[in-house]
């Protein structure tokens, strides 16, 4: 499979506790998106990466989240002190750069914090 | 703050028919329109993307863009019941690389 993966797939967790979620890209897209979606609701932006830096955040990601990209490959998302108001799917994206950015996603991890 | 809108439906059309998707958006500067389609506790997957003005047809689907009156529509001709989903649009603006997403438009293709 040469698409964008995710893992979890699903986590629960109690609050307060840390979680953390990985995606890895479509391996020659040099360009990772990580977003949040609730239900009803349209995916929102969270960050961005292009290669190993971290571009651009979202004020919806808190000082509680963090994101890295090690080598410009794979991503991880954690959360620290998580909040029921956490809960949701976590999308991660990947895009060419030399494109008209067409953003591919995995699979989500879906995060219940209870 | 930068907005897209859709009708959130549901949109209800029966097999075979024409289903005709709507959004709008506020930055005159955005340059790239997508369209997802989202199956019930999956992931969007992208069918179309159109940045010039005028229509771009893929198979079943037809993307328009009106740049002028910040509009961007998506038709699914012979819908089929499996088309039933929610259709995301998103839109790239000017100063980002960030999708913008509506809320999306449910659609019900009846048999």
């Known amino acids: 499979d040469t698409g964008v993966s995710q893992n979890p797939r699903h986590k629960i967790t109690k609050r307060g506790q840390n979680v953390t979620f990985r995606c890895d890209p479509i391996?020659?897209?040099?360009?990772l998106y990580w977003y949040r979606q609730t239900l009803g609701q349209g995916p929102e932006f969270l960050t961005y990466?292009?290669?190993?830096?971290?571009?651009?955040k979202s004020r919806l990601l808190s000082d509680r989240f963090s994101a890295e990209r090690p080598k410009g490959s794979f991503s991880t998302l954690e959360i620290q002190r998580t909040e029921q108001g956490d809960s949701a799917m976590y999308l991660c994206?990947?895009?060419?750069?030399?494109?008209?950015?067409?953003?591919?996603f995995g699979p989500g991890t879906r995060l219940t914090v209870l | 703050q930068k907005e897209v809108e859709q009708n959130s439906g549901p949109l209800s059309v029966p097999e075979g028919a024409i289903a005709s998707l709507n959004c709008t958006y506020s930055?005159?500067?955005?340059?790239?329109f997508f369209w997802y389609r989202q199956y019930s506790g999956k992931s969007p997957e992208l069918i179309m993307f159109?940045?010039?003005?005028g229509d771009k047809e893929d198979g079943r689907f037809t993307a328009q863009l009106n740049k002028a009156s910040q509009y961007v529509s998506l038709l699914i001709r012979d819908s089929q019941p499996s088309d039933s989903a929610t259709y995301l649009c998103?839109?790239?603006?000017?100063?980002?690389?960030?999708?913008?997403f509506g809320k999306g438009t449910t659609l019900s293709v009846s048999s």
């Open positions: 994206a990947s895009s060419l750069l030399a494109s008209y950015n067409e953003q591919f």
């Open positions: 391996s020659e897209h040099n360009r």
């Open positions: 990466f292009q290669n190993e830096a971290q571009l651009e």
């Open positions: 930055d005159r500067g955005s340059q790239s």
């Open positions: 159109i940045y010039s003005n």
């Open positions: 998103a839109v790239v603006g000017q100063a980002g690389t960030a999708l913008i």
